[in-house]
């Protein structure tokens, strides 16, 4: 429970549904020593008072469970050293991975506990043989299937997601009509532990490094101009690039070693025929061979159309049916059929 309404309706309908259970907020990030984004939102003494009212008003127990030591290192340590790498990463779906489903699982389980809910906008149902399938949640503009892919069966049968079926109007609703002190709390946009999203800044506060300017490139090698520092940059970025130009120019690739960032204007240079994702799960089927279905590269990504195999190398080999915008390296690669969750990985390599 972070204190916002998505967790607080969600402990309400659980309580109403299993009548014995228990609320608990993770406390993941609380680093006084840095300068800057010091305190993780989500651990603010604010939204703990609120999770524990919240929980005083249902009459269930609440705890604080500390987890800062597997957050560090899981969680923001791979997130720094994606961005040094010239990567982008996606910090919310490795806490998903390593600190929700996995770390306060395990914790309910050994604490005699038979599942964990949150207040993420999915569904789980099962087919007509029994394996638990991820599906898009009914409120389509708050889906966070995306953030989810990495789920396994034995997860997925140990996890609710009880505001699958309801749209964020009708939570909000929900918890006025409980007096919920949070029932019109703002939801939080950005990466919890950066909440300014000075990504760079927080970087180079975190590691005490400084990173060193270096060139913007063309596709030839032609200097275009200077970059601050390759953490400050991602694939695909436009905006303050300080480059003058006749025509817009876009981040094509980041390049660590030479510590050189390629940029291309608009047009065919900058898009990518399909991507190869590594560190895969398949929620179903068991393998995929030529699959023709929609895939999603970013969290905020329209859908787009591909062809996905399954390589010997437990990679995911995916060709776009038309060039798109070059995906992020790091970012997750989701498959959907439909409104069914097929599975994922994190993008690897680009195919030009």
């Not at 989810?148 to 009880?162: D, G, K, T, V």
């Not at 009509?177 to 300014?196: E, G, V, Y």
């Amino acid at each position: 429970m972070s204190g916002g309404v998505d967790s607080s309706v969600s402990a309400y309908l659980i309580r109403e549904k299993y009548k014995s259970c228990k609320g608990a907020t993770m406390l993941l990030f609380l680093n006084e020593s840095l300068g800057i984004s010091s305190r993780h939102p989500c651990c603010s003494r604010e939204n703990i008072i609120d999770a524990k009212n919240i929980c005083n008003m249902l009459g269930i127990e609440h705890e604080v469970i500390n987890y800062m030591a597997g957050f560090e290192e899981q969680v923001i340590k791979k997130f720094v050293s994606v961005y040094e790498a010239g990567g982008t990463p996606n910090p919310c779906i490795d806490c998903n991975k390593f600190m929700k489903f996995e770390a306060l699982l395990s914790h309910a389980k050994s604490s005699g506990l038979e599942k964990i809910a949150t207040g993420h906008y999915a569904r789980i149902t099962k087919d007509s043989s029994g394996r638990y399938l991820l599906s898009k949640a009914k409120d389509l503009s708050r889906d966070q299937s995306y953030v989810l892919y990495m789920l396994s069966q034995s997860q997925l049968a140990s996890i609710e997601f009880p505001l699958g079926d309801m749209t964020k109007p009708e939570v909000r609703e929900l918890a006025e009509s409980l007096h919920f002190t949070n029932a019109r709390k703002h939801d939080s946009q950005d990466i919890c532990f950066i909440p300014d999203g000075d990504y760079g800044s927080f970087i180079e506060s975190y590691t005490g490094k400084r990173y060193l300017p270096g060139d913007f490139i063309d596709p030839e090698g032609k200097v275009l101009g200077r970059h601050k520092g390759i953490i400050h940059y991602t694939t695909g970025q436009r905006r303050g690039l300080g480059v003058a130009a006749a025509s817009r120019l876009y981040v094509s690739q980041i390049n660590s070693e030479a510590n050189t960032i390629t940029l291309v204007p608009e047009g065919e240079s900058l898009l990518a025929r399909g991507v190869i994702a590594s560190d895969i799960n398949i929620i179903v089927p068991e393998k995929i061979m030529n699959l023709n279905a929609r895939v999603k590269t970013r969290y905020r990504q329209r859908e787009i159309p591909a062809i996905i195999n399954q390589s010997d190398n437990n990679e995911l080999i995916v060709e776009f049916l038309e060039k798109q915008k070059t995906p992020a390296i790091g970012q997750a690669l989701v498959i959907y059929d439909g409104d069914i969750v097929v599975g994922g990985g994190t993008i690897t390599q680009i195919l030009h």
